[in-house]
């Protein structure tokens, strides 16, 4: 997958009338915070941080370029205005690469189990687990392939395959999903 581009600037002005003037030309304020925490005010193309935004998951890289200079950043967080269907504010979280960060990540499912095709259901346990990575190892979602589930079997954080640059810090015997035989 290629990587997103979002081009920002960096602004001086600040305030509500300031963010009102720039809402105007087609652009929203921003704010880029690195590992240190320190902050630096941005202002992006509305419709560029729209297209990218709903294409993205909460652990997908972008280049954020300020100036245009390359950075490896997350779009953290958004102010968004269902009314009007715009987003107002953006948040993104500058990483340097060499840092591991911490994300929980909702459970995917594919494949219908084999029990339930035989009367059995599915029972859900753990929604999401909890992972840690470098950034560029970091997996945009977690599947579980459930299809060869049988009635009576489990599934386990310790079966899902996410390769050995990914740490899993939820507890590897926490279910994810078992299959319950049929009501009598």
Known sequence: MEQLVINAKVRKE?????????????????????????????????????????????????NLKIDGQDNQA??????????????????????????PVVATLKVRYSGTPAGVLKGGFMVKHVPDVKLKALPQ????????????LEIGQKFAVSDLNLGDKVTVLTKA??????IAPPKK
């Open 74 to 99: 997350y779009i953290q967080d958004t102010e968004y205005d269902i009314k009007t269907d715009k987003n107002l504010h953006a948040d993104f979280h500058i990483v340097s690469g060499t840092k």
């Open 137 to 148: 190892n970091m997996p945009q979602s977690v599947t579980a392939d459930v299809s060869k």
């Open 173 to 178: 015997t926490s279910l994810i999903v078992s």
């Open 14 to 62: 600040t305030g509500r009338r300031a963010a009102k003037q720039l809402r105007a030309t087609g652009r929203i304020p921003a704010i880029a915070y690195n590992e240190k925490g320190e902050s630096t005010m941005l202002d992006i193309d509305a419709s560029e941080f729209s297209k990218v935004w709903r294409s993205i998951t909460r652990t997908t890289l972008i």
